[in-house]
């Protein structure tokens, strides 16, 4: 079963992705994208990724890099990239698994008008502008609206939003252990 779930994991080799990926399109079909930070995962994760799926007949999952995830939040991701794509491997849904990172140093050849669309562009780029998937499924977020407009234009993808999943987060999950923790210890200290 782990030889299978590691064939999955193509991490930033794009190129051997696409070359991949070519034997699908010769058959005629679909290939989508989705992509996501996937710590702690949970149900929303898992509706993203079933969702993405129904949208086409292979799913290509980008992990975010520790460094690119991050950018996002104010600490790393809990669980290294490493296992964060282990995890989405061992998704049914999901066919192949990548890394996306984001490096200062890469160029944008985009327009940009702030940080999270520069963000962004330099972390999916390049891997986009390599495997080209027919469609990328993605959450909604007004403030890259324009960036992903232009990448998915320049390389002809259609862009699906899919919602959140109310009321859960990874963010949320961690807070909600920290106000537990500090409330037991705030318990602790009146007795």
């Given at each position: 079963m782990m030889d299978d779930v590691s064939k999955k994991i193509l991490g930033t080799d794009y190129k051997m992705l696409n070359k991949?990926?070519?034997?699908h399109r010769n058959k005629g079909e679909k290939i989508v994208m989705t992509s996501g930070t996937f710590d702690l995962f949970h149900i929303g994760h898992m509706r993203m990724l079933a969702a993405a799926k129904e949208k086409g007949d292979i799913l290509v999952v980008a992990v975010k890099s520790d460094r690119a995830a991050a950018l996002k939040k104010e600490d790393p991701p809990v669980m290294n990239e490493q296992y964060r794509m282990e995890t989405v491997s061992y998704c049914?849904?999901?066919d192949y698994v990548i890394m996306v990172d984001y490096d200062i140093r890469r160029p944008v050849k985009f327009n940009f008008t702030n940080t999270s669309s520069f963000e962004?562009?330099?972390m999916f780029e390049q891997a986009v502008s390599t495997i080209r998937p027919d469609i990328f499924v993605h959450e909604d977020n007004p403030v890259i609206t324009d960036a992903r407009k232009q990448l998915f234009t320049k390389y002809k993808?259609?862009?699906?939003v899919q919602p959140r999943t109310a009321g859960i987060s990874t963010t949320e999950i961690i807070d909600t252990i920290k106000t537990r923790l500090l409330l037991q210890m705030q318990k602790e200290s009146n007795s």
């Open positions: 991949l990926l070519e034997v049914i849904p999901a962004w562009l330099n993808i259609e862009g699906c």
